[in-house]
C-alpha cells in the first residue's frame, strides 16, 4: 500500500525528491521539485522518458518480438512491433520504388509512391502475426514476449487492393494473385482474390507516419487477420491469375502437416489466442487480489469473450474485455483474482465471434498431429504460480514429443 503523505509534504517537494531516481541532465528528468524551474524544452522529435527502458526481444538478426508484458492499450508503438526478415531488411530509395500490377488484367500498370498515395485512403487496424509465433526450448524463466512476442497491433494506412484492381481493369475470372517484395528473399505468396474483394490493402503508413523499414517501407501487402509470411513486405509486383502461383513458401514452407497424414496448404486465416501478459514470469506475487491481465486476438473476427482459469483449468470465468474490441486486432482483458497463496495455475482461452474456442494444447496436438511444423499453434498458454508467489512459464513438451 502506498503510504499516505500529507499536501505540505507533497508540495515541499519531500516525496518527489525521495521517490523518483534522478537522471540529471536528460529531456524529462528533473529531479527534486520540478516546480521551482522551468523543465526542458519543445524539440523536432520526442523521445521516452530516460526512466522508461522498452525494448523488443532480438537474439538474432532475423527476428525480433514485441515486449507484449511491457505495453498498455492495444497499438504497438511502432519502433517496437516485431520484425521478421528472410533476407534481411532492404535499404528502398522511394523515389525508385515502384508496384507492377498485371496479369488476367486489361491494363498492366506501374504505381509510383505519389500514385498509390492519390487513391482514396483507407486505414484499419489491426494485428500482425508470424505463423512461427510458437516457443521452442522454452524454460520456466520465459517471458510473454518469448512465447507469443511475434505478434503486434497498428493502424495501417493505405489503398484498397479492390481500388487498385478495379484501376487495372482485373478479370473477372482472376482467382489468385501472386503478391512479390524486393528483398533479397524475393518473398512471393499466392493470394486468393476473395482477400482482396473483401479488405486487403497496400499500407504505406503505420500509426501515422511512413512505414518503418523493418515494416516493409515504402509499401506493403497488408492482409487482416492472415498469416504474416503473406503480408509481403518492400512490395514490387503483382500478378493476377486463375490459379495459385505454388511458390516455394506455400509448398515446401508454410503448410501445416496433420494428424491423418495429409497436410493443410493455405492456412491463412490464424484461429483465436490469447495471453495472460501480468503476472507473469518474471513477476512475484503476494496472496490477496490480482488483476490478471492479457490480450487475445482472432484472425476470424472479433474477440467474443475471454475466460480464465486460476485452478489450472478446472473452472473458468469470464474477463472483462477493456475496449476498443477490433475485430483482427489485439483485445485487452482483465480479471481480479483472490489468491489464497497455494500452488496454483492460471490461463486464459479466447473465444471469438465465430464461436471458435482457443483449444488446449493437447486437442490441438490430437487435431494437428506431432509433425505440425510450428505455425498455426495457438494453444491456451499457462503461467504456474509457486507458494512464495513467483509466477513461470508452465513448460510445454517438445511439440514432437
Ligand atoms: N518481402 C518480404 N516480405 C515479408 C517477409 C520477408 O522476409 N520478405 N517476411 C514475412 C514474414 S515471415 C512475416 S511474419 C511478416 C512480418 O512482418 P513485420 O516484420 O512487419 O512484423 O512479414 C512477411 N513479409
Ligand atoms: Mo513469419
Not at 211 to 234: C, I
Not at 329 to 347: K, V
Request: hydrophobic share 35%; aromatic share 8%; charged share 25%.
Amino acid at each position: 500500500m502506498p503510504n499516505r503523505v500529507s499536501r505540505r509534504e507533497l508540495l515541499a517537494g519531500a516525496i518527489g525528491a525521495a521517490a523518483i531516481p534522478s537522471a540529471a541532465g536528460s529531456a524529462g528528468a528533473q529531479s527534486g521539485d520540478t516546480t521551482s524551474r522551468p523543465g526542458s524544452g519543445a524539440s523536432r522529435l520526442g523521445e521516452r522518458s530516460p526512466h522508461v527502458t522498452i525494448q523488443r526481444d532480438a537474439r538474432g538478426p532475423v527476428a525480433s518480438r514485441t515486449p507484449l508484458q511491457d505495453l498498455q492499450g492495444t497499438i504497438t508503438p511502432s519502433d517496437l512491433h516485431f520484425e521478421r526478415h528472410h533476407a534481411g531488411i532492404p535499404a528502398v530509395d522511394p523515389d525508385d520504388y515502384r508496384l507492377l500490377v498485371h496479369g488476367m488484367v486489361e491494363r498492366p500498370m506501374v504505381f509510383t509512391l505519389a500514385d498509390l498515395k492519390r487513391f482514396p485512403a483507407t486505414s484499419r487496424i489491426c494485428f500482425l502475426e508470424c505463423s512461427g509465433n510458437y516457443p521452442t526450448g522454452a524454460g520456466p524463466e520465459t517471458k510473454p514476449e518469448a512465447v507469443c512476442g511475434m505478434t503486434s497491433t497498428t493502424e495501417w494506412t493505405g489503398v484498397s487492393l479492390s481500388t487498385l484492381f478495379r484501376e487495372v481493369g482485373a478479370s473477372p475470372d482472376a482467382t489468385w494473385f501472386l503478391a512479390e517484395g524486393q528483398d533479397a528473399a524475393v518473398m512471393t505468396r499466392s493470394v486468393p482474390m476473395e482477400k482482396a474483394r473483401d479488405d486487403a490493402f497496400v499500407a504505406y503508413a503505420q500509426n501515422g507516419e511512413a512505414l518503418r523499414p523493418g515494416q516493409g517501407y515504402p509499401a506493403r501487402l497488408l492482409l487482416p487477420g492472415w498469416e504474416g509470411n503473406s503480408n509481403v513486405k518492400w512490395l514490387r509486383r503483382l500478378e493476377l491469375a486463375d490459379r495459385p502461383f505454388m511458390t516455394r513458401e506455400e509448398t515446401s514452407k508454410y503448410t501445416d502437416p496433420l494428424a491423418d497424414g495429409t497436410a493443410r496448404q493455405f492456412s491463412f486465416v490464424f484461429d483465436a489466442r490469447s495471453i495472460i501478459t501480468a503476472p507473469a514470469w518474471p513477476d512475484v506475487v503476494e496472496p490477496g487480489w490480482i488483476e490478471l491481465r492479457g490480450i487475445a486476438w482472432s484472425g476470424r473476427g472479433a474477440i467474443a469473450r475471454v475466460e480464465v482459469s486460476t485452478d489450472g483449468g478446472g473452472t473458468w470465468q469470464e474477463a472483462r474485455l477493456q475496449g476498443p474490441v477490433l475485430r483482427q486486432a489485439h483485445t485487452r482483458f482483465r480479471h481480479l483474482w483472490r489468491w489464497d497463496g497455494a500452488e496454483t495455475e492460471i490461463m486464459s482461452r479466447a473465444v471469438d465471434d465465430t464461436g471458435y474456442v482457443q483449444p488446449t494444447r493437447a486437442a490441438l496436438r490430437a487435431e494437428r498431429g506431432r509433425r505440425a511444423r510450428r505455425y498455426h499453434l495457438n494453444p491456451i498458454t499457462a503461467w504456474r504460480v509457486r507458494p512464495g508467489g513467483q509466477v513461470e512459464y508452465r513448460v510445454e513438451e517438445p511439440w514432437d514429443a
